[in-house]
């Protein structure tokens, strides 16, 4: 029913910028969450940062201060605004649109890729 479009990876240096967005086809207003989460191959997928629909934010320590989650609801948009990359960033982006405990939905996936 939700589809979820990321965009905003590619290569980057060190210390560089990217913006990623995820444009949901559906209202993001009335969400109880909005999150994105990485993963690079052979290792979990770990939270990044979360928002809440009332502006609440959280990050995980290692992105903490580098990353910045926002939204625009009239866009139906997220975004996560990645500042000062490491190569450890490197990782599939996927973002996470929380409508309430039983209605979640997945992006397909975005690559950030930081070279040293």
């Known amino acids: 029913q939700v589809q979820l479009v990321e965009s905003g990876g590619g290569l980057v240096q060190a210390g560089g910028s990217l913006r990623l967005s995820c444009v949901a086809s559906?209202?993001?207003?009335?969400?109880?969450?909005i999150a994105w989460y990485r993963q690079s191959p052979g290792k979990q997928r770990e939270l990044v940062a979360a928002?809440?629909?009332?502006?609440?934010?959280h990050y995980a320590d290692s992105v903490k201060v580098r990353f910045t989650i926002s939204r625009d609801n009239a866009k139906n948009t997220v975004y996560l605004q990645m500042n000062s990359l490491k190569p450890e960033d490197t990782a599939v982006y996927y973002c996470?649109?929380?409508?309430?405990?039983?209605?979640?939905?997945w992006g397909q996936g975005t690559q950030v890729t930081v070279s040293s």
């Open positions: 996470n649109v929380v409508y309430s405990a039983l209605d979640a939905y």
């Open positions: 559906r209202s993001i207003f009335s969400i109880v969450a």
């Open positions: 928002i809440t629909s009332g502006g609440s934010t």
